[in-house]
């Protein structure tokens, strides 16, 4: 009966994990999918690529923060 308690415990602790990193993951593809934006844009290029470089930068630290969140690298 513990193990059984336990268990439910342990799956609800990786639901909700599972949710956050989807939130987290999901976040950073949506700054990706800005950044992209960004570089299709023919006009003010270097605007853009500024722009774009940011994106990119704030969807990499949300990805680095999903996963050290996780215990990876």
Known sequence: MAE?????GESMEH????R???AHLA???R???SA???LETPTRR???LANATASIDDAMDTIQQCLSERGGS
């Open 4 to 8: 059984d308690i336990r268990g439910i």
């Open 15 to 18: 639901e909700m994990a599972m």
């Open 27 to 29: 976040r950073a593809g």
């Open 36 to 38: 992209r934006q960004f």
């Open 46 to 48: 270097g605007t853009n």
């Open 31 to 33: 700054e990706i999918q």
């Open 20 to 22: 956050q990193m989807r």
